[in-house]
Structure formats: C-alpha cells, structure tokens
C-alpha cells in the first residue's frame, strides 16, 4: 500500500497557540485526504474531508475556523490547531485517497497532541 | 443511523488460544467492511476488505468473514506479536464515509 506521513508524531503546546500538522503521501498524488480525531478507547471520528484545491468539507459538530485545513498539493495536507485547548488533546490521523476510490484510505501513523 | 459496534472491547488470551472478535453494523447500502489493526500510538493498519456476505479473506493467523450484519475476526493459535487493537470500519451510508468502531484490544500472553 501507498505510504503516509506526518509530522510531528507528537506536540506539546500551551492553552492558546496554533499547531500545525502535516500529513505527507510519499509515493501516489492524494486527490482527497481525510482528518480524522481518536479520543482514548474511542473510535476514529471524520473531522474533514479535502480535495487537492479546494476547500474542505467539515463533519457535523466540527469548527472549520479552528480546525484549518490546507490541502494545496497533491502531496501535502496540513490541519491547523488554532488557540488550541486542553480538550483539544488527542490523537489525530490523517489518511490518503483518491476522489473516485473513498473506501480506499491509506492511513498516516497520527499526531499526538497535548495541549497543557 | 449507522453504527459499528465491536465486541468484546478487551480480550486477553494465552498463546496458541484461538478466539474470534465480533464487529456487528448497521449502514444503509453497505459498500465494503474494512479490517485494521492499531498498535499503540501508530494509525491503522490495514488487514481486509470484504464486500458481501458469506465472503472470506486470510491472512496468516487472521481470517475475516462477513454476513449481512456482522463481521468476525477469527484468530488461530495466536502469538504474542498479535497484540493490538483490532478496528473495524464500514463503508456506506448517506455520507459514503469510514465509520468506525471503537475496536478490540486484544492482549496475548506467552
């Protein structure tokens, strides 16, 4: 399978900063990405979906101003925390595909964020 | 609404110990049931598709099959190095999404 990257694996930030991760697919052009969250014992929730180009589509519940999504290659997504917060803590996965294949993601080994 | 729900949400077996996990769904238009397994701290890591009933997959120790409302994961004889958190994931429904279920931590003593 394609392989994914991001970085960092880990952040340690204060209440109030912006954290940005990256999400990389090394080895195929990603027309759609995906974010997704992972709470402890949870099971991975959809945050948003993005296409090369174009703005992405935000799940039910999930604040697109703070949760800033960049998907202007077909290569590179980046998801932005902004004023991050202690609920914001967690465990976030990005994942690769493209448009006309959505059952086939190729996952990224996830950021842990920790926001003191 | 669609729902995954995986069962049991811990198992602990010995080595050699053979068990199956359960993934039961409901999703309209059911258009694949994805297998991952998630070592600790790492992202899903695929193991099976299956996309309709009475389909059977294998992979080493792992074979997955599937009916019209769930899906087993049976593990033969398994070893220490299976430990993981097995996922479960459909694909379907209105939004054409992964859903997820919360997974099975499955633990194998030597």
């Known amino acids: 399978g394609a392989v994914v990257s991001q970085h960092p694996s880990w952040v340690i930030c204060k209440s109030g900063t912006s954290v940005k991760i990256e999400c990389r697919s090394l080895?195929?052009?990603?027309?759609?990405m995906f974010w997704y969250r992972q709470f402890p014992k949870q099971s991975l929730m959809l945050m948003a979906t993005?296409?090369?180009?174009?703005?992405?589509?935000?799940e039910q519940g999930v604040e697109k101003d703070k949760f800033l999504i960049n998907h202007a290659s077909l290569t590179l997504s980046t998801l932005t925390v902004t004023s991050a917060h202690p609920e914001d803590s967690s465990f976030y996965i990005c994942?690769?595909?493209?448009?006309?294949?959505?059952?086939?993601?190729?996952f990224g080994p996830g950021t842990r964020l920790t926001v003191l | 609404e669609d729902q995954v729900t995986q069962s049991p949400e811990a198992l602990r077996l010995q080595e050699g110990e053979s068990s199956s996990l359960n993934c039961s769904y409901t999703?309209?238009?059911?258009?694949?049931l994805f297998w991952y397994r998630q070592d600790p701290g790492k992202g899903p890591e695929f193991l099976f598709t299956?996309?309709?009933a009475g389909e059977e997959k294998e992979k080493e120790r792992l074979k997955a099959t599937l009916t019209k409302k769930e899906s087993f994961l049976h593990i033969t004889a398994p070893k220490p190095e299976d430990s993981a958190t097995y996922l479960c994931?459909?694909?379907?429904?209105?939004?054409?999404?992964?859903?997820f279920g919360k997974g099975t931590k499955l633990s194998v003593k030597p």
């Open positions: 994942s690769a595909g493209q448009s006309h294949r959505r059952d086939t993601q190729y």
């Open positions: 080895d195929f052009q990603a027309t759609t």
């Open positions: 993005s296409n090369e180009g174009s703005k992405a589509t935000y």
């Open positions: 999703v309209s238009g059911l258009r694949g």
């Open positions: 299956l996309y309709s």
């Open positions: 994931a459909v694909y379907g429904g209105s939004q054409g999404n992964l859903i």
